[in-house]
């Protein structure tokens, strides 16, 4: 358990990036963007589930980077 911040430089090319995410073992997990203030954004993944593997599609922020 704990918290983690994942960065991504300014040499990622503007458009979507793929976000995976497994988790095994139950409890919480949930991954969000932080904005420049880190502040929350829209959850990317949020679950429950004992056991969980998915991907999705994001979109980086315009001056990029994505925390």
């Given amino acids: 358990m704990g918290d983690d911040v994942i960065t991504l430089d300014d040499r990622v090319e503007p ?3 793929l976000v995976e ?3 095994e073992g139950g409890g919480y997990v949930g991954l969000f963007p932080l904005d420049k203030r880190n502040r929350e954004g829209e959850y990317v993944f949020n679950t429950t589930l004992p056991d969980y593997r998915g991907a999705r599609s994001w979109p980086p922020p315009r001056t990029g980077g994505c925390g």
């Fill in 15 to 17: 458009g979507p990036v």
């Fill in 21 to 23: 995410l497994a988790h």
